[in-house]
T-cell receptor
Framework: AQSVTQLGSHVSVSEGALVLLRCNYSSSVPPYLFWYVQYPNQGLQLLLKYTTGATLVKGINGFEAEFKKSETSFHLTKPSAHMSDAAEYFCAVTTFTGFQKLVFGTGTRLLVSP | GAVVSQHPSRVICKSGTSVKIECRSLDFQATTMFWYRQFPKKSLMLMATSNEGSKATYEQGVEKDKFLINHASLTLSTLTVTSAHPEDSSFYIC???????????FGPGTRLTVL
């Protein structure tokens, strides 16, 4: 079984500051890892994903994440926050077997102040 | 590409009535569709997984007779909330995955309010 832990239900940064959202996973088989963003009353939009290959993955809107197997982590970063980045962010894990059900973390709300 | 739509986006109904929510993949064939429920300020809870032409697989604790799922074609899945009660009020989100793909594409969600 897989699980995801997102540390910090809320993260506050100033505009222009570094964004770091933490995600740790648990999986007995090689994981596929995803970061999604959700704006109020909307569905989820994929930011980036890791399946195989390069452990540093770049996504949309300047976000990137690094898969660290030794730390079972997949933290999301962005060098400089914009006001438009304020949203809910979900980390998710699945595997390549079966129906590939996504298991989501509890989410982190990113607040960006001027 | 890879657009998933949901209809309706919002629905308000009276207690005891049934509500049907549609999930469509607009530009790809979705061999697998997923239905999630999201409580306010909470994460997504997977309710069920459906494959085209097969019965849905429900997660533990989800009443299959309460939440009827049909995946009759490769582009359409429906979720029917039967005899809805106020505690069924929630944000329901579907996602779709094409054959051989490791990515799910999410619909915009449906806000259900049961009075």
């Amino acid at each position: 079984a897989q699980s995801v832990t997102q540390l910090g239900s809320h993260v506050s940064v100033s505009e222009g500051a570094l964004v770091l959202l933490r995600c740790n996973y648990s999986s007995s088989v090689p994981p596929y890892l995803f970061w999604y963003v959700q704006y109020p009353n909307q569905g989820l939009q994929l930011l980036l994903k890791y399946t195989t290959g390069a452990t540093l993955v770049k996504g949309i809107n300047g976000f990137e994440a690094e898969f660290k197997k030794s730390e079972t982590s997949f933290h999301l970063t962005k060098p400089s926050a914009h006001m438009s980045d304020a949203a809910e962010y979900f980390c998710a894990v699945t595997t390549f077997t079966g129906f590939q059900k996504l298991v989501f973390g509890t989410g982190t709300r990113l607040l960006v102040s001027p | 590409g890879a657009v998933v739509s949901q209809h309706p986006s919002r629905v308000i109904c009276k207690s005891g009535t049934s509500v049907k929510i549609e999930c469509r993949s607009l530009d790809f064939q979705a061999t697998t569709m997923f239905w999630y429920r999201q409580f306010p300020k909470k994460s997504l809870m997977l309710m069920a997984t459906s494959n085209e032409g097969s019965k849905a697989t429900y997660e533990q604790g989800v009443e299959k007779d309460k939440f009827l799922i049909n995946h009759a074609s490769l582009t359409l899945s429906t979720l029917t909330v039967t005899s809805a009660h106020p505690e069924d009020s929630s944000f329901y989100i579907c996602s779709a995955r094409g054959q051989g793909s490791n990515e799910q594409f999410f619909g915009p969600g449906t806000r259900l309010t049961v009075l």
